[in-house]
């Protein structure tokens, strides 16, 4: 096995995947939509190609089909402004734009303007419904959501308080979610999401006292979920993810001999 020449496949493979997307699959699409195709269509469209990109390490390509995406929805919901839907889309498409800013460009103050964006988009819904296609439950999840990305760019700005509210704002709404839902296995799993994220932020701002009933929280969650659903690795995947990340906030608090345990 020679692993630069494995490598260098890889690469080949991957240049002919983006060279036929880039000259075949994007023009049918342009030319699909001139015959009447919904807006919605090939805004997802680009979206799905952005995350194909994305996962091929192609950011700024990734980032153009979110652009797209997000400006063709953007006509759509001020063409129809009564659409809950294109709205809610909208502020999906922001949180792509506001994922590879952070993710890969590192920039999380236009992460932040993003994730506030789509907050506020959403937020709108949740107050003021105008074509009512999201129940409580929906608006829960998504707002919750948002809240969650909003914390991670506090936190990389170095705002460890505004992460641990926005953190605390998501745990409060995923607790409606499944108050909303009690059989809703996902937003249980999500719930412990939450829980895990104000365990980091409040060891960010060195309150291991108060990290931990979180992380305990969240690890008991996962637990749970694990034992109930054996056939499901990603609940066991998001055990060891809380694990990982109570020992880095153990390390973070000076609690090494625990951390190692």
Same mark, same amino acid.
């Given at each position: 096995h020679d692993p630069a020449r494995a490598e260098a496949e890889w690469l080949r493979l991957r240049d002919g995947l983006l060279t036929m997307l880039q000259k075949e699959?994007?023009?049918?699409?342009?030319?699909?939509e001139g015959h009447g195709v919904s807006p919605f269509a090939f805004a997802t469209f680009h979206q799905r190609l952005g995350d194909l990109l994305r996962k091929l390490g192609q950011v700024e390509d990734a980032r153009r089909e979110y652009q797209q995406a997000s400006d063709r929805i953007a006509r759509v919901a001020h063409d129809q402004p009564n659409n809950d839907v294109a709205r809610a889309n909208l502020g999906v498409m922001l949180v792509k734009l506001g994922e590879v800013a952070l993710d890969h460009g590192g920039d999380a103050a236009r992460a932040r303007d993003e994730f506030d964006r789509a907050w506020k988009i959403q937020e709108e819904i949740a107050l003021h419904p105008r074509s009512g296609n999201y129940s409580k439950a929906d608006n829960h999840r998504l707002l919750s959501g948002i809240a969650i990305k909003q914390g991670t760019a506090e936190l990389s700005l170095g705002h460890p308080a505004l992460a641990r509210d926005r953190f605390q704002k998501a745990l409060e709404l995923r607790h409606a979610w499944t108050k909303a839902e009690p059989k809703n296995v996902t937003a249980e799993s999500y719930l412990s999401e939450a829980e895990g994220w104000l365990g980091v932020a409040y060891s960010h701002l060195g309150h291991w006292q108060s990290a931990r009933p979180h992380f305990d929280e969240a690890l008991q969650i996962c637990a749970a979920l694990a034992d109930q659903h054996p056939g499901q690795l990603s609940f066991k995947g998001d055990l060891a993810s809380v694990y990982g990340?109570?020992? *880095? *906030?153990? *390390?973070?608090s000076d609690q090494h001999d625990e951390a190692e345990k």
């Open positions: 699959i994007v023009p049918l699409a342009e030319r699909i990340e109570q020992g *880095a *906030a153990l *390390a973070r």
